[in-house]
């Protein structure tokens, strides 16, 4: 079963991805340490204890449309009370609607718990989260005076409304539509798909935010407007008034985070109220919805990425226990009696290593973009420019190699497992099902690799990432000063692997500048891997320097190690993938025909 | 839907995998192409319009256990006569007992056609088609008589009896029990976990091959007998006789394979029968059972190995035509009206290529490794050894390298599909839930792997691997004489990777000879997939080089010159990991304590 590791989330946070420093400049206001560790403790224990004992049965029994209504796994209902009674569903919100503003950070980290516990349950929150942020940004103190304070509390959830048939990652074409009335409502009509938790039995309303077209919207992405659709209207005294028209038409079959209610919402079918038409409340101006939804996209995507970090802790932490349990055959050099514990045996051993590397990994670069996050709000000026940047940056590749690294961690997990992985009772196999949706949603990792080469890449005319690995650069010089010998290789492994990273960029910047925008996007995947290759391996680095005396030095530089001279060589065919892989690629086209 | 690619098929039976020399030099006897065109058309016929129609009802069905019966998906029984009414169950088996005697060039061809159809559904003629040839090559005349004759035909179906609870990989440690009987039978107790097919509704009797132990036999994998142990005894005119005394007590709610029965066994019980114990009959000596299930396993691991083919190619399929439909975005140079199909898209057409490479790739290796069986059994005294010694090295690389691409393409095929890849309905998910027992079951990628390294290596004395590189340079060779420019880069991509394969291969030559077992195998894995690499790209170059004029020429070239340019280069990478792996890896292995 799944145990919180809150002690090195706690060393990744502080001593890796920047909190330590944020700590003590005072960027984090008044916080300190203790309550930091606080937190962590009580998150890490609520995860743990009451999350993951509940994860498989929600797998098993998933969430079921019974009667036009969702009935969630059993327990979770009150899982979800507990959860927000500990006020963690406002951690980061605004104090002003009840929240405790704490830095995201802490929230990654919580989330990342939470999610290892069960990625299906975690999932309706962070939902709400991102619903919070859109209006908290851009609602009117009308609409956010009456819906913050519960979707903060987490009396109310909230989703977000984008997806229908024809419309994934191109909003562009989407078709639900909105009416003005003349009290300065709308009417909202049309078919979404793919909401997740869109109705469900935890709480008495859901505050759905909907992305819809007016009738003399500009065709494309500048035409769609942003509406918040209450599932219950709401009384001017704050109770819970008529069924607005909407409702959840049926729920998908998925692979995995079957606990998870992914509904298709129907909006305007007349099913509900006098008049046909869900009523619907402009969030920011018309025409400007698509603005609103990029507001929290980057935030929404790091949290996906917490959910590949989660699934792989998880996994490996599984397949660890696994293998030292299991025993089969003789290991080379195995002297005990009978068969070896599996994890004797080098190819285990490795596949074990190469999870926890990539875990490590995807944390570091996880909480490093949540630590730019903070920094970008919590600096002025040309500082916050500066973090603002880093964040943008670091998304794409927090978001994508993260939940690559929860796909092929859960998948090593199964095979560690043998044949008893591919059974569903073990539950290694729910990790893949689970993992294999957070490379897709929120933008597939495709997208990310798009938006890192054509639009962060470009940032400060290419300055920005230049002076990022710049400062990778002096990590392989601290680890080659430091003359600790169970570095290894890492200082050179680290230093061929930036020189890698730094030609690649070099050659996406100039093309992207240089209008070749097919051969950039070309090798777009290869070099977001790359550049999450060779952050992991500082990050490692980073953390093998730290030398913080808790008894885990040694092990952190072996891992450092392992990962250099096992993992890092990889760079090199990537980087020659984005410089040398266009043209076959565009030739080789024909044979798709 | 899935349509049986005979031609590609076909194609790479003759003119990369060695059939088109060897039906020349009459080492397929009197075998003529016409009848090998024949039988691959009427397999693929088969399997598209009969086999592939009911895989997606088969896995939502499942098989379910009802009142001690298994109750097959609807369809799945017709189908399996109708199946065995075409004698394709006995098409490499001995004329003597109503085979037909055909290469095993053919029956893998046509085994991943029909895999590709429904995984689940194939496995279990492959089962029994294993055990037919442990009973051909090791039974009695008389269970021969008895029942070879409806085993080939597929009257009754046979199955595999090997692993327990604690022996998986390590059968040594088995506790199933046969106690000697006057009469010369056996009687069989124990419980064997993982019986794929080991009950279903198809036919009147099953015959179970059992692995069990004599109660004075020798400790570990010296003190095994292998037992026939038939569901219903067969009386003396052939005509069902009494119920043994065995059945299947639960079926495994597996992550894939759902129509496929994993059945858990339970011998000896007393539930049928005036006496406990079931009546079994001895194949071969005692004590030398697993020799007997060694001479069926290298044709099972590559029988594996074409369900990763097979399900690489029906997931490429399915990606390719929805990457047609699916319109969303405008890629780089799209003239078209409104969106492009995602297959306009540089990362799209990426991640399809790869898919085809490696399912081309694992396909060539695999018929290869056919081939190879093929020519050991009909060539004689070197020569004979010659092609057993290359099957023997062939045929980790098959089972690894095509179980791994299938996994890996099964979840690039999910990915393609963004997010309704992931809804059940697509079947894109499904492939990934098949897939992945296939690296798993019938040795571990990480048992083949040390297969390959510690006894596959060194075969007359490392001088196999050794030739068969210096062939694989010669199709380098060719490319470059050729002086094709379709070809790119290939041959000097081709050239360094088999430099790469060259070098890891010494190293670890001399690591087993020098008795540094643990560093072996730390880099056994990659080495593995190395090879893999090499020969995919080795083996697109020699179809390349083929120019039949069939209209592909150049994209055959094309699709060569992308594995070249974008694939091989992690070669490189993985030669590194086999010669500078081991240490850090050792050291590392701290961290999991």
Redesign the interface.
Known sequence: MYKAPVDEIAFTLKHVAGMGDALQSGALGDLGEDLVDAILSEAGRFATEEVAPLGDIGDKQGSRLVEGKVETPNGWRDLYHNWIAGGWNGLTAPEDFGGQNLPHMLHVAAMEMWNAGSMAFALGPTLTMGAVEALEKHGSDELKATYLPKMVSGEWTGTMNL?EP?A???LG?LKARAERRDDGTYRIFGQKI?ITWGEHDFTDNIVHLVLARLPDAPAGTRGISLFLVPKFLVNADGSLGERNDLFCHSL?????IHGSPTCTMIYGDGKFGAEKGAIGYLIGEENRGLACMFTMMNNARLAVGMQGVAIADAATQKA?AF?KER???K???WTGQG?SPI?E?????????TM?ALTQGSRAISYACAHAVDMGHAAEGEKAKFWQERSSLLTPIAKSFSTDAG?DVA?MG??VH??M?????TGA?RY??DA??A???EG???IQ??DLVTRKLPLSDGGHVRGFIAELREIAAAVRASNRD?F??TAARLDAALDDLSAATEWLIAAVAGGK??EA??G??AYQRLFGLALTGAYLAKGGLADVSDGKD??RI??C??T???LL??T??LK??VV??????A??????A
Chains 1, 2 share one sequence.
């Open positions: 997806t024809h994934g990652s191109d074409v793919f998908e079959h998925k692979l995995g660890i293998a025993t089969q055959g290991a080379p050099g068969m994890i045996h080098p190819d285990v051993a490795r596949m074990l290593l926890k796909v998948s199964i095979q043998g044949g992985g591919f059974i569903e009772e196999a893949l099902r294999r949706i490379p897709i949603y597939t990792n495709g690799a798009i169970g290894g290789e925008l097919a996007l070309a777009a995947t040694d092990q072996a891992l190690r392992f250099a001279e096992n060589a990889e090199a065919a020659d993938r040398n892989g266009a043209d076959s690629l030739v080789a086209r024909a044979v798709l």
